[in-house]
């Protein structure tokens, strides 16, 4: 399965550090790449790409001005739409249906997501419906849809890599 | 099982907004509360108290200035220490032995965990070998070790809940 994540309305100043994790959670996770909208900022597209370059890829990140026009472009490809938010159906109750797509573009909010949204969307899922973090909810979504990848990605490329260990960091240097 | 977190080096200005999503998911995931170090957030706490007050307890969040008074308080009263960081042995392979504690203290990092933190700790876990989120691996962390409470906790005196639905927001006055 191919999943794209689309970021709706980053601001540099506050979301900084959040839309950093979230790209961070769709690379490791698996997902394919995120495409963000609201305001651009080339410090965190660079330092998304040092990751990628340290670590491995491949992983994309991009701005686009309208999620709209990124909704049709993505379901005019055949990409399912589905929308993380607190007040949707609980992802156990879906999942089955959802498992069944090929192609899915995951919509994750901010603070205020434009009504429109939950009606472009195929479907809207909540991971529980309490209020908590799109970081989390991306993670947990992922982590269902791609069957635990986070636990054995294998990325190209990469320059350094971690060796599990019980104490301390062992990391090996690539290339 | 009875889970606390403990969330290291928490700068106001650069990581309110990631150990507050710490926090929420700590709360929504199933935890018992949050005791964090580095400098005191009276604004984050307020924060914190006001969903535990609007969507249910109960939860705590609670400032400690050194975290190995934290470790040695939890230690002497029965918890296991699970430190989470990508260096780790990865989740899968030391669940069946983390699943049989009763009571857990997990510690969440920010940028610099000093190296102490690994020898204090009884197990450094991985959720995954590649840079990602603290939100994310307590996520995960938590929904493998309490069952994907997630999807079902309950809270008490909520005075708001969401009725999951397909399209849209439903949320109930509970009081």
Redesign the interface.
């Known amino acids: 399965m191919e999943v794209v994540v689309l970021r709706l309305s980053h601001r540099p100043g ?2 900084k ?2 839309t950093t ?1 979230v790209c ?2 769709a ?3 698996g997902a394919e790449g995120v495409i963000y909208t609201g305001i651009k900022d080339e410090e965190m597209e660079k330092t998304l790409r040092k ?1 990628a370059n340290t ?1 491995g890829g491949p992983f994309f990140v991009r701005y686009e001005k309208s999620w709209k026009n990124v909704v049709k472009e993505f379901k005019s490809n055949g990409f399912k739409i589905v929308h993380l938010t ?8 879906v999942l089955p249906k959802l498992k069944k797509f090929k192609k899915v573009l995951t919509i994750v909010g901010s603070e205020k997501v434009p ?1 429109e949204v ?2 472009y ?1 195929d ?2 899922v ?8 799109e ?2 909810a ?3 979504f992922l ?1 269902r849809m791609l069957d ?1 990848k ?2 054995d ?1 294998k ?1 190209e490329d990469a320059k350094l ?2 060796i ?8 090996l240097r690539v290339k």
């Open positions: 506050r979301d550090r959040i994790h961070l959670v690379r490791a996770f990751v670590w607190m007040y949707g159906l609980n992802l156990p109750t009504k939950y009606e969307a479907f809207n909540a991971i529980g419906n309490q209020p908590h973090s970081v989390a991306l993670a947990i982590d635990s986070v636990f990605n990325f890599k971690v599990p260990t019980p104490k301390g960091k062992k990391i």
